[in-house]
C-alpha cells in the first residue's frame, strides 16, 4: 500500500472513530494488566463477564494474592484456559507487590518479565495506560494488516514492524484501537463485510464481499 493510500486508510478511520478505546472493562492499570492476560484466546465480552465479579471482590494486587488461584477460578471458569489463568494472575499481583510497590511498571521489560505477559499484552498496557504510540498485533490486526496490503507479514514480529514503519506519526497512538475495533466488526475473519468498509476502495484485498 502506497504512503498517501496509508494515510487516507488511518484518516478515515480517525474520522470515524476519533476516540478508540479498548472493550475490556477494568477500574485501574492493575485491573487492565489482569483482563488483558484474560483476554487470550478468548473475546472481551467473556472477559467482561467475568471479571465483573471477580474485580469487586479482588479489586487490587493484594486480594487477588489473598483470593488465591481456586478462588479465582471460580470467578473466570466461563473463559478459556481458566486454570492456567487464574495461576497467572495470582503470580503476577505477588511479583506486583514484591518488586513494583503494587503498581504496574511502565517498562517493557518489567511487563514482559509477568507471568503470562508477552509483547502483544506489554503492547496493550503501555498504549492503553501509558499513552506509548505502539502496536499490539492480535489475530484481527494480523489479518487486516495482510489482507489489505497495509502491511503484510507472515508473523505478528514482521506485521508489527511493517504497521510502525508505515504508520504516520499522527495516528500510531490511536492505530491500534482502529485496527482491532475494524478487524473485529468489519473486515472480519470468514467473510469481511466489505459492502459497509469506509476504507473498502483503498483496501488491496481482491475478493471483497458485496
Known sequence: MEPATVQEFFRRLAAANPHPRTELEYGSPFQLIVAVVFSAQATDKSVNRATRGLFAVAPTPQAMLSLGEDGVAEHIRSIGLYRNKARNAVALSRI??????????????????????????????LNTLFGEPVIAVDTHVHRLANRSGLAPGK??????????????????LHAHHWLILHGRYVCTARAPHCARCIVRDLCEYPDKTD
Do not use: C, F, Q
Request: charged share 30%.
Open 155 to 172: 508473523d505478528v514480529t514482521a506485521v508489527e514492524r511493517g504497521l510502525m514503519k508505515r504508520i504516520p506519526k499522527e495516528y500510531l
Open 96 to 125: 506486583l507487590i514484591e518488586r513494583h510497590g503494587g503498581a504496574v511498571p511502565r517498562d517493557r521489560a518489567a511487563l514482559e518479565s509477568l507471568p503470562g505477559v508477552g509483547r502483544k499484552t506489554a503492547n496493550v498496557v
